[in-house]
């Protein structure tokens, strides 16, 4: 792999684990993620405009990849609610891995190699660590975590097999944009009554820009998978799990134990054994 890819791989998880950061300081981070999701509808437009309409049978795949990312964002909420980022942040992205590849196992009998088998381990034994003994991570929190994990495989999956159909890749990602674009703020003012946004105040402007750093994220690692291979550069990714961790302490004053910087660590390393090898 060049330079480049692991730079891009590497700018992708700091921005990623930046844009969760975003949300977690967010003083209503409901609203938070729905004036995030602005910044995605409005870079969606014009990849619309200049792509045709996905095939017929990639529709239902669009709406249901939709749905379900706003259930994520539902649920990550609510994890952040109840744990800290530098809690909840490592056991979403260490289940996600672990679900897919034990999902592939169990439903599709497929075999396991020596690398994903401990992979599988250290994920496990990592996210176990976060959520037993002192210092745990709440209850709640790490039920919504997971649950958030789980979510992001389901849609992980929909998408594997929607993009297929649509017959471009660009306008499926366009359409399922601005499918959940619509159905985010729609869902947050069926629970709450209404959606207020002040473009100018300080808060509508730290949550745009939460969704800038979130669409850059998924644009470089677009960019390092189509100039490398995808196993490593999602492996790379991975590490995100570390830097939330860092930045969880630089800059929102969360506690840095020796036990989570060995849980992370190891949940990091986990993903990282199951990425390579995907």
Known sequence: MSATVIGLALFAAILHASWNAFLRTGSDRLWTVTVMSFSATIAAVPLALFHPLPAASAWPYIVLSACLQVGYSFFLVAAYRYGELGQVYPIVRGSVPLLVTVGGFVLAGERLSTLQTL????????????????????????????????????????????????????????????????????????????????????????????????????????????????????????????????????????????????????????????????
């Open 119 to 278: 992979g599988v381990v250290l994920a496990a034994l990592g996210i176990m660590s976060l959520s037993l003994g002192k210092g745990r991570a709440a209850t709640k929190s790490i039920l919504y975590a997971l649950a958030t994990g789980v979510i992001i495989a389901a849609y992980a999956t929909v998408d594997s097999i929607g993009v297929r159909s649509a017959g471009s890749s660009g306008a499926y990602t366009a359409w399922v944009l601005l499918t959940y674009g619509v159905l985010l703020p729609v869902t947050f003012v069926i629970y709450r009554g209404k959606l207020t946004v002040d473009f100018r105040s300080a808060d509508a402007l730290k949550a745009l820009g939460g969704g800038i750093f979130a669409l850059i994220a998924y644009g470089a690692v677009v960019a390092a998978f189509a100039l490398g291979p995808a196993g490593p550069i999602t492996a790379i990714r991975e590490t995100s799990v570390v830097f939330a961790v860092l930045i969880g302490r630089l800059f929102l004053g969360e506690t840095l134990t020796p036990k989570r910087i060995a849980a992370c660590g190891v949940v990091a390393l986990g993903a990282i054994c199951l990425g390579y090898h995907g």
